[in-house]
T-cell receptor, first 114, second 113 residues
């Protein structure tokens, strides 16, 4: 099955700096790559996603890049703010024919310090 | 919140007892999923459903069963709970099940003593 690796597991940046989280996947059939943010005690919330026919996508301070050849994708957060502190999960989806199954990375705890 | 609720939100039970968790959605989404979340493992798919009475296994399905007798409810049952099933359980829905966003419910925190 699909395997998604995520690095780093923890990341500390100063407010205003950029943060980058990287993920690799194993199955070339994966075609959808969402990123979720999870605050303590809350549900995962989608922050951005990218499909396999697109190389880059931006939404204000957040961007995601996808390199299908290398099977890796990355989340970039610019001008970080304290409210960006959370755990971030990447995921890769494979369509099984009946549904889309997500495989998640193990998460990155981002801490934005003042 | 995509109209998803989970019940109970918290539960403490003893090893060997059966437990059923409920996921309820109000928007007639076809696809529903159950995940468990454990430290160091992220979220792992237990079972999913692609319609009423249509279900399939995920990567960690051993010890779990599911049922979906109507569109709005997806039930997860632990037939005989074990301490290794202590976890936070999230339900999710998606609209079409293909390259589509999955929206998560608020979660159920389960402790098996």
């Amino acid at each position: 099955g699909e395997n998604v690796e995520q690095h780093p597991s923890t990341l500390s940046v100063q407010e205003g700096d950029s943060a980058v989280i990287k993920c690799t996947y194993s199955d070339s059939a994966s075609n959808y790559f969402p990123w979720y943010k999870q605050e303590l005690g809350k549900r995962p919330q989608l922050i951005i996603d990218i499909r396999s026919n697109v190389g880059e996508k931006k939404d204000q301070r957040i961007a995601v890049t996808l390199n299908k050849t290398a099977k890796h994708f990355s989340l970039h957060i610019t001008e970080t703010q304290p409210e960006d502190s959370a755990v971030y999960f990447c995921a890769a989806a494979i369509n099984t024919g009946t549904a889309s199954k997500l495989t998640f990375g193990t998460g990155t705890r981002l801490q934005v310090t003042l | 919140d995509a109209g998803i609720t989970q019940s109970p939100r918290h539960k403490v039970t003893e090893t060997g007892t059966p437990v059923t968790l409920r996921c309820h959605q109000t928007e007639n989404h076809r696809y529903m999923y159950w995940y468990r979340q454990d430290p160091g493992h992220g979220l792992r798919l237990i079972h999913y459903s692609y319609g009423v009475k249509d279900t399939d296994k995920g990567e960690v399905s051993d010890g779990y069963s599911v049922s979906r007798s109507k569109t709005e409810d997806f039930l997860l049952t632990l037939e005989s709970a074990t301490s290794s099933q202590t976890s936070v359980y999230f339900c999710a829905i998606s609209v079409r099940g293909g390259q589509e966003t999955q929206y998560f419910g608020p979660g159920t925190r389960l402790l098996v003593l």
